[in-house]
């Protein structure tokens, strides 16, 4: 912990913010428009802890992980149990299933979810140790209009919140059958390669080959154009699953790029897995759609990966309920990264959510009048006026200086002579006229006047 002198004040941890009501604004419409969208493809929202049991994480993300090597917070109670902040939320949404006695429920089980996530990450921009995320689960079912249907949730929202050219990049990882071969001829490419590897990808490559491909660092990344490609590996069904997966999105009109490194970080994924960028120049080649439908393994897109960080993720993890020790259940989901979203918005200019100026300012001169305005303030609100106020302040001049700053048609004015006859002064400050209005007109009037 870094030292502090004594008037020092207390920060947030490094690679955790405050989030102001300026971003939260964009919080909110990604989060309006993903729930609506989710909701009418008959997703429920849940909402999962933010501490879990460390095991939770560890052999599901893979021992090998990105995540469990370097970046989950953990912590041992006084009791001795291991808990994790937790750094994603698939895992839990499995643990919830099977704790909440869903597979009674009507498959597949569609739920949704928004909150924080934590992970040790090196800070720098789109990379934060407390993260936001909206995710989507179906739990239950492994047709691959699901898969769809996730992608399809999520490039929507992006697409109604303003981005024109979002893409998916996607790749198959076939199943337990058939990836076993895939990981020992990619062993085999790069044990040929060993000398070039960094440090971790050595050691990782006895462990895991396919977290080589998503390694960042420089020589790892130059040998991974020559590697082995799962799609030349795919048994008949996860083929076929596949390409059923490309036919549904071709059908969606969702842009898309078969990005055959695409390995995603976590180990419990299988099959379909995605990642949503947005295109930012024509490095990458949409998929010739007709091309792709009639054979995903022939397909001759460009196979360079965009440098740029994704926005979201997702993929199939049918295998990971079997990893908990559950009886296996075929699944899919993908997140959305907020922070990641919220920055692109920001840097092309899309709207955040509306703040409501409100039309109507309240203002008092002298204790009587500060009294009814703190009645009537609620008279208002509850007529479906929206009315600003400066109630701790005294001084006429400075109140109508503030209704003036925020735009307002109609100041009422409240002094001492008004407070007793139950009376205001409604000022137009649009057409600057002003009258008296009795109490008792008072909202007709308004709303008559804001109707101008
Ligand atoms: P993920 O790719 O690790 O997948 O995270 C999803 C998204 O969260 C990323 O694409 C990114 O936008 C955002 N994200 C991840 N880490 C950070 C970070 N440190 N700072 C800011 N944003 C970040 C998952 O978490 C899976 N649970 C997704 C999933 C759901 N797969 C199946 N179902």
Redesign the pocket.
């Known amino acids: 912990m870094p030292k502090k002198t004594k008037k020092e004040m207390v920060r947030t941890p490094k ?1 955790m913010h405050d989030v102001l009501h300026g971003d939260l604004r964009y919080v909110e419409k990604i989060m309006e428009k993903a729930q609506s969208i989710a909701e009418f493809y008959g997703f429920l929202p849940i909402q999962t802890p933010h501490l879990e049991f460390a095991d939770l994480f560890l052999r599901p993300l893979g021992e090998t992980s990105e ?1 469990v090597e370097k ?1 989950m917070y953990t912590f041992r109670t006084k009791g001795g149990d291991l808990f994790a902040l937790r ?5 839990p ?1 499995m643990r919830a299933y099977q704790e909440n006695g869903m597979s009674s429920w009507p498959h597949p089980v569609k739920l949704y979810y928004g909150g924080s ?1 934590f ?1 040790h ?1 090196n800070p720098q921009k ?4 407390e ?3 909206f ?3 179906a739990l239950g079912d492994s047709d691959a209009i699901i898969d769809a249907i ?1 992608i399809k949730v999520l490039y929507l929202t992006l697409k109604e919140i303003g981005f024109e050219n979002a893409i998916i990049h996607i790749n198959s990882l076939g199943d337990k059958e058939c990836r076993p071969a895939y990981k020992k001829e990619l062993a085999g490419y790069y044990k040929k390669k060993f000398n070039y590897l960094c440090k971790d990808c050595k050691r990782r490559l006895k462990e895991n080959p396919l977290r080589l491909l998503d390694c960042k660092e420089e020589g790892c990344a130059e040998l991974r154009p020559q590697a082995p490609k799962m799609i030349d590996h795919l048994c008949e069904q996860c083929k076929n699953h596949f390409k059923s997966v490309l036919e549904f999105l071709d059908e969606g009109q969702i842009p898309y790029f078969l990005n055959h490194y695409l390995a ?3 180990e419990y ?1 299988g099959r379909t897995v995605f ?2 960028f947005l295109e930012t120049n024509d490095n990458e080649k949409i998929v010739d759609k007709k091309k792709s439908g009639e054979d995903a393994s022939a397909n001759n897109a460009v196979e360079k990966p965009s440098t740029a ?7 199939r ?1 049918d295998e990971l309920m079997a990893i908990l020790g559950g009886k296996g259940l075929p699944a ?10 919220v920055n692109e918005m920001k840097r092309l200019n899309l709207p955040p959510q509306k703040t409501i100026q409100p039309k109507v300012f309240l203002i008092q001169i002298g204790p009587a009048a500060k009294k009814r305005s703190f009645r009537l303030m609620e008279e208002l609100r509850a007529a479906g006026i929206p009315v600003g106020e400066s109630l701790t302040r005294d001084n006429l001049k400075t109140q109508l200086n503030i209704a003036a700053k925020i735009g307002a048609k109609i100041v009422l004015i409240i002094g001492q002579k008004e407070a007793m006859e139950g009376s205001f002064i409604m000022r137009n400050m649009y057409e600057s006229t002003q009258e008296i209005v009795m109490q008792n007109k008072l909202l007709e009037k308004i709303k008559s006047e804001l109707k101008k």
């Open positions: 690679g995540v970046q750094p994603e939320g698939t895992a949404i996530f992970r990450e789109g990379r934060y140790r993260f936001r995320q995710g989507l689960e996730v995603r970080g976590f994924y990642e949503i960080i994704a926005l979201g993720g997702g993929g993890y899919v989901g993908g997140a959305l990264g907020l922070e990641r979203v």
